[in-house]
Nanobody, 128 residues
Framework: QLQFVESGGGLVQTGGSLRLSCAASGIILDWSAVGWFRQVPGKEREAVSCISNEGHNMNYANSVRGRFTISRDNAKKTAYLQMDDLRPEDTAVYYC?????????????????????WGQGTQVTVSS
């Protein structure tokens, strides 16, 4: 079965940190860029960050740049999202997915149809 499994979410206070993990199952992750997205009820899923297949290129949404760091370990078939200085507006369900290309491009790729193998998501809640 081809899928991602996200983990690491939880409840944290403003200014706190969390590290999300995205583990691939049955997916040849080396060939794909990986993206992190987030969604709150009633709103569209928005792109947060993307990392190229070998980890040399990363993009971030303006709202998280300087606070979030994306990384990956292809040997472990896992991608990560280190989230620091969390704010209440970061509260959302966070998802990861594999991009259909190995690169992220010059700008953060945000089209959902460009990604596949979506996981079930992990809830992040930041209290004020």
């Amino acid at each position: 079965q081809l899928q991602f499994v996200e983990s690491g979410g939880g409840l944290v206070q403003t200014g706190g940190s969390l590290r999300l993990s995205c583990a691939a199952s049955g997916i040849i992750l080396d060939w794909s860029a990986v993206g992190w997205f987030r969604q709150v009820p009633g709103k569209e899923r928005e792109a947060v960050s993307c990392i190229s297949n070998e980890g040399h290129n990363m993009n971030y949404a303006n709202s998280v740049r300087g606070r979030f760091t994306i990384s990956r370990d292809n040997a472990k078939k896992t991608a990560y999202l280190q989230m620091d200085d969390l704010r209440p507006e970061d509260t959302a369900v966070y998802y990861c997915a594999a991009r259909r290309t190995p690169t992220c491009g010059a700008w953060l790729p945000a089209r959902l149809e460009d990604y596949r193998y979506w996981g079930q998501g992990t809830q992040v809640t930041v209290s004020s």
